[in-house]
């Protein structure tokens, strides 16, 4: 099946530690994202990659790590800068068609900091 | 500044009626938007989309307008059933800026009362 899966759904961290999220697609698309969610509000963009080896900061990229080593993967650390760890984190893919770019996200990960 | 507002946080509806959900944008340069569904716990699924060359786009029970003067859009759900309770985001983007990150509205959480 196509698709961007996340791993794992459910994660529990202690204070202090780094976490990592996974994320691959099978979509062949060029550029991946990383969003953050929190009970009652929008999506808020923390990185995002074009290409590989390369990665933009979004609009809260403090306390969070990326690497782009591959077309498929798109992983993000959760590091303990991060003051606000626990939310729900989706990733998301995408493909430029004739008139823009659609974003296809994942099932999302949730993080609890314990 | 919000580039992209969805003013009505939530809506009710009774079933079999029509939801309308609407969004504003502010930027000239968008001129691609998208509705994107989302059920708890679970990643947007991509709904609808519609390219500023034209006004209307319908997909099954689901249209979008567009109202390139007013910068406004709406989502119009006919008939409304239990299943499209969920929140609701709009997005934008503009074609000249290939395949960086949507912009997103905070959302509508819309409820179909059976």
């Known amino acids: 099946d196509g698709g961007i899966t996340q791993s794992p759904k459910y994660l529990f961290r202690k204070e202090g530690q780094n976490v990592t999220l996974s994320c691959e697609q099978n979509l062949n698309h060029d550029a991946m994202y990383w969003y953050r969610q929190d009970p009652g509000q929008g999506l808020r963009l923390i990185y995002y990659s074009q290409i590989v080896n390369d990665f933009q900061k979004g609009d809260i990229a403090e306390g969070y790590s990326v690497s782009r080593e591959k077309k498929e993967s798109f992983p993000l650390t959760v590091t303990s800068a991060q003051k606000n760890p626990t939310a729900f984190y989706l990733c998301?893919?995408?493909?430029?068609?004739?008139?823009?770019?659609?974003?296809?996200f994942g099932e999302g990960s949730w993080l609890t900091v314990v | 500044d919000q580039q992209v507002k969805q003013n009505s946080p939530s809506l009710s509806v009774q079933e079999g009626r029509i939801s309308i959900l609407n969004c504003d944008y502010t930027n000239s340069m968008f001129d691609y938007f998208l509705w994107y569904k989302k059920y708890p716990a679970e990643g947007p699924t991509f709904l609808i989309s519609i390219s500023s060359i034209k006004d209307k786009n319908e997909d099954g029970r689901f249209t979008v307008f567009l109202n390139k003067s007013a910068k406004h859009l709406s989502l119009h759900i006919v008939p409304s059933q239990p299943g499209d309770s969920a929140v609701y985001f709009c997005a934008a983007s503009s074609s000249f800026s290939g395949n960086t990150p949507l912009v997103f509205g905070k959302g509508t959480r819309l409820s179909v009362i059976a």
């Open positions: 998301a893919s995408s493909i430029l068609g004739d008139f823009g770019n659609t974003i296809y």
